[in-house]
T-cell receptor, first 113, second 111 residues
Framework: GAGVSQSPSNKVTEKGKDVELRCDPI?????LYWYRQSLGQGLEFLIY????????KSGLPSDRFSAERTGGSVSTLTIQRTQQEDSAVYLC???????????FGPGTRLTVL | SQKIEQNSEALNIQEGKTATLTCNYT??????LQWYRQDPGRGPVFLLL?????KEKRKERLKVTFDTTLKQSLFHITASQPADSATYLC??????????FGSGTQLTVLP
């Protein structure tokens, strides 16, 4: 079946612009995660959605970052007023429920000039 | 907060040998640890999960151990092949149901 998909695969933007990154999780997966991975680094947790519960936003680095998950499926990560330090690969993962293996998408490589 | 430490340097081994990767956690003993493989330009792929009360888990040529006394997990690949070359990530379950990842160990299996 289809895995987790993310779009766009690459995004180049200018400092100060807003960007939206999209994640389509595996159908039926109730848990959805966003991570950030800088070059040569591990994955940094950003935000977690589980069903209809309030999201865990504890990993968001600043209030310029926000995320939504509509209808328990597609999620959008928005970064406002992008900065150069936001450049990284943004990875989305879904899971049948929390405390399970996570299925990752291919990521969106964001470059802020 | 939990910290996950993995071999920071790259690991090179000869084909056919056993690769052993180390993952150390610093604080509380997690309910489980997970190991993922990541190839360049791709998202991580799940390999194995080992729970706190399990000492060892195997899957084909892979073996994972969990030592709560040493606060350590070891990940072994036996009869390694060049196709096993990748970055391997260790992840710890957290109190908030999200994973804390290490920075990964880059493994190269030389033919």
């Amino acid at each position: 079946g289809a895995g987790v998909s993310q779009s766009p695969s690459n995004k180049v933007t200018e400092k100060g612009k807003d960007v939206e990154l999209r994640c389509d999780p595996i159908s039926g997966h109730t848990a959805l995660y966003w991570y950030r991975q800088s070059l040569g680094q591990g994955l940094e947790f950003l935000i977690y959605f589980q069903g209809n519960s309030a999201p865990d936003k504890s990993g968001l680095p600043s209030d310029r970052f926000s995320a939504e998950r509509t209808g328990g499926s597609v999620s959008t990560l928005t970064i406002q007023r992008t900065q150069q330090e936001d450049s990284a690969v943004y990875l989305c993962a879904s899971s049948p429920h929390s405390n399970n293996e996570q299925f990752f998408g291919p990521g969106t490589r964001l470059t802020v000039l | 907060s939990q910290k996950i430490e993995q071999n920071s340097e790259a690991l090179n081994i000869q084909e056919g040998k056993t690769a052993t990767l180390t993952c150390n956690y610093t604080n509380y003993s997690p309910a489980y640890l997970q190991w993922y493989r990541q190839d360049p330009g791709r998202g991580p792929v799940f390999l194995l999960l080992i729970r706190e009360n399990e000492k060892e888990k195997r899957k084909e040529r892979l073996k994972v151990t969990f030592d709560t006394t040493l606060k350590q997990s070891l990940f072994h690949i036996t009869a390694s092949q060049p196709a096993d070359s990748a970055t391997y990530l260790c992840a710890s379950s957290g109190s908030a149901r999200q994973l804390t990842f290490g920075s990964g160990t880059q493994l190269t299996v030389l033919p």
